[in-house]
């Protein structure tokens, strides 16, 4: 017996338009869609901030204050966090110090979730049993020693840090203020500056949300705004993506790359359009390949030129005028 399986419209609608993305991607010899998402993206897909990232690691490492990766959503502070925890660990600060870092990557934690995950972020032992400030005390103490008898500070990067409860956040203020007097006593001069140190990150309405919740931690915190990416940036990170598909990312140099099918000024009207926000650029170049596939079919073009960017860029600006 056979089960008769009718193909509806819409079925029909995306295998074709699959197709015609496929035969784009493939006119250009990409083995996947360069603008597609990744979970996990390759870090060799990352367009690097030297400087910026230089001005984070010196915060850190001069220890005088806590760090706030302040910027929209999609504008790259995940990215930029997991570059300067790449960095952290080759490094060492002026007193001599290394740095043990923590990633703390989930939101919506509550107190004990928050403190199990700093704790097995830092790799510190409890016993699932424990109430969320034994946990914390655990961390704590563990911190202490690492920097009086290894000589390390801790690290500690905290992703969307308001998307947490509340009562998770006064954890973090407890490691934010050790050394406690109780410990400085205790180990009498060994212990006279901040030995953790914490990287969060969040959008301006949190960090402001922050300076009048928390201003026991805003007023030691470092605001630091996520750069947009210039033209040059956009570019570069196009042509990563490019190179990516194609399989030849491993010899990509940022010096001298491929834009092809892009037109250069078609990326600067993306990434104006995008206000140089990553994610933004992405989906943009994404509308501009589903047009650029249409006009294949038709012309024998795959090029993605400043009229197809144009036309992108207009629709996704009045879509996004009608959501606000
Ligand atoms: N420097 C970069 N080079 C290449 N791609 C980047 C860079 N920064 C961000 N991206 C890409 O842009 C997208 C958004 O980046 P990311 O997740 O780091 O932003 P975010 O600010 O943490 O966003 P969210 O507010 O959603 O957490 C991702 O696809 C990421 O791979
Ligand atoms: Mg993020």
Redesign the pocket.
């Known amino acids: 017996m056979t089960i008769a399986v009718h193909e509806s419209a819409l079925i029909r609608h995306f295998n074709t338009r699959r197709e015609t993305l496929r035969a784009w991607e493939e006119r250009i010899g990409a083995r996947f869609s360069p603008f597609r998402?990744f979970k996990m993206?390759d870090s060799r897909?990352?367009?690097?901030?030297p400087d910026f990232l230089d001005s984070i690691v010196d915060l850190i490492i001069t220890n005088e204050r806590h760090i706030f990766l302040r910027?929209p959503?999609?504008?790259?502070?995940?990215?930029l966090m997991l570059l300067a925890l790449r960095d952290l660990p080759t490094l060492a600060d002026r007193r001599g110090n290394k740095f043990i870092t923590g990633y703390v990557g989930m939101t919506g934690l509550y107190e004990k979730q928050m403190a199990a995950a700093i704790a097995d972020s830092l790799r510190v032992k409890y016993r699932r049993s424990w109430e969320s400030s034994q946990i914390i005390e655990a961390v704590a103490r563990e911190c202490v020693r690492r920097y009086v008898e290894e000589h390390c500070r801790t690290a500690l990067f905290i992703e969307?840090v308001a998307d947490n409860q509340e009562a998770a956040f006064h954890k973090l203020r407890y490691l934010a203020d050790l050394p406690t007097e109780e410990m400085k006593e205790e180990y009498g001069g060994a212990l006279d500056e901040p030995v953790v140190t914490l990287i969060m990150?969040g959008t301006m309405m949190y960090w402001n949300a922050m300076l009048s919740f928390l201003p026991q931690i805003a007023d030691r915190t470092e605001p630091l705004d996520v750069p947009p990416f210039d033209d040059a940036k956009a570019k570069e990170?196009i042509g990563r993506r490019l190179a990516y598909a194609r399989g030849e990312i491993d010899s990509f140099d940022p010096n001298d790359f491929d834009i092809y099918p892009f037109e250069e000024e078609a990326i600067e009207i993306i990434n104006a359009a995008a206000r140089g926000n990553?994610?933004d650029i992405?989906m943009l170049a994404r509308g501009c390949q589903q047009v650029a596939a249409e006009r294949l079919k038709e012309t024998g073009d795959p090029s993605i030129t400043v009229e197809i960017a144009t036309l992108v860029v207009d629709a996704y600006s009045a879509l996004l005028k009608e959501v606000q």
Do not use: A, N
């Not at 959503?73 to 990215?79: D, L, R, W």
């Open positions: 998402g993206p897909l990352y367009c690097e901030h910027g959503v999609g504008s790259g502070k995940s990215t969307d990150s990170f990553p994610r992405r």
